[in-house]
């Protein structure tokens, strides 16, 4: 079965440390997306990709970046954990509207 | 700019009472409206898409309705195991973009 997965699943890290979060998906979609997720503030957008070698900014995506080199991964790196980066990390796939969501990645920035 | 509002934030059932889940939303043009559940330490999870004012879908105790300013999902004689946060998320049809709006979700426990 098609399916996405993060890695790792938690997360503890220091203040101003590169961190790279792994997203997988074997759905062959075309579209990936990474998301936080905070208390108050529910889904935000990071960043999100249409294919290889597409970008894109969301919302929120000071600190982070991404590269999409082929279909099935979307890595996203935090160049310089800071401690507002704390959170809940969800990446998604979608081929067309409903998305499908990874199981998270807790991240801790101490 | 698209917006969501879901209401109530929590809500709290007896096994077997009935209840509705509102789902407020602007957009320029609705591509799309989502249901999604997402339970605690996981992601969300696909549920419905409705397109268009009037459309229903169904699953298991789970009816979503659509009208041209809200979505309702209704739970009918809901069990402990639908205790889940319910999100709903919008697609605007402008742009061609794949990117929709999430509401901050509503959160559901049934008790026994």
Redesign the interface.
Known sequence: DAEITQSPRHKITETGRQVTLACHQTWNHNNMFWYRQDLGHGLRLIHYSYGVQDTNKGEVSDGYSVSRSNTEDLPLTLESAASSQTSVYFCASSGGDEQYFGPGTRLTVT | EDQVTQSPEALRLQEGESSSLNCSYTVSGL??L?W?RQDP??????LF?LYSAGEEKEKERLKATLTKKESFLHITAPKPEDSATY?CAV?AASGGS???T????TSLIVHP
């Open positions: 591509r799309g989502f999604y330490g996981k992601g969300p999870e696909f898409t999100l697609q794949y990117i929709p999430f509401g901050r979700g």
